[in-house]
Nanobody, 115 residues
């Protein structure tokens, strides 16, 4: 059974930081590209950051220079370090494991940026 479990969300003030984690089980983690997505109320889910099996990364323009995605294959975990958070970063954040046609999603973790 494949499970992706996100953690690390919460309430933070503008300018603050959070680190999200996504622990995977039931897959050979190192064979999967990993991504972080977010969905704000009333909006479509969007890609935030992606890290490939070779460690290449890609970011949405809105988070470049503020967010960093990383992975630890030994721990089957992908991280999203979020700095200089803005109110518009408020959303539910989801991790996704992708390999060819195989796609798995986590249940999400809420990030709220507010003073």
């Amino acid at each position: 059974q494949v499970r992706l479990v996100e953690s690390g969300g919460g309430l933070v003030q503008p300018g603050g930081s959070l680190r999200l984690s996504c622990a995977a089980s039931g897959i050979i983690f190192s064979l999967y590209h990993m991504g972080w997505y977010r969905q704000a109320p009333g909006k479509q889910r969007e890609l935030v950051a992606l890290i490939t099996i070779s460690g290449n990364t890609n970011y949405a323009d809105s988070v470049k220079g503020r967010f960093t995605i990383s992975r630890d294959n030994a721990k089957s975990t992908v991280y999203l370090q979020m700095n200089s958070l803005k109110p518009e970063d408020t959303a539910a954040y989801y991790c996704k494991a992708q390999r060819g046609v195989d796609n798995y999603w986590g249940q999400g973790t809420q990030v709220t940026v507010s003073s």
